[in-house]
């Protein structure tokens, strides 16, 4: 099974009834606000740019990345928010 999205919440706010997620393709076309992933043997692209929000409920677990994954996601998310 290939996962089509990552969640890019913080795990302290799993009682909010959405999470923000980020659709992950393969072969997709790296920018400055996007990011790899690798997941078992595969390599995707986070698209960062279509973030949103979406219910709890219509997500199935797959598993956590590792910080260092985690925190290129979040940065290239970030880039994208106006200060």
């Keep these: ?3 089509n999205v990552v969640g890019i919440q913080n795990p ?3 009682m909010l009834p959405t999470v923000l997620v980020c659709p992950i393709k393969e072969g997709e076309a790296m920018t ?3 990011t790899a ?3 078992q043997g ?3 692209t986070v698209l960062c740019e279509l ?3 979406i219910n709890r409920k219509a997500l199935k677990y ?3 990345l590792d910080p260092e994954t985690s925190e290129r996601i979040i940065d290239a998310f970030v880039k994208l ?3």
Aim: glycine content about 4%; cysteine-free; hydrophobic content about 45%.
């Design 42 to 44: 595969k390599r995707y």
């Design 51 to 53: 973030a949103r929000p």
């Design 32 to 34: 400055n606000i996007r």
């Design 12 to 14: 302290a706010l799993e």
């Design 1 to 3: 099974m290939s996962p």
């Design 62 to 64: 797959v598993g956590e």
């Design 81 to 83: 928010i106006a200060f």
């Design 37 to 39: 992933l690798d997941w």
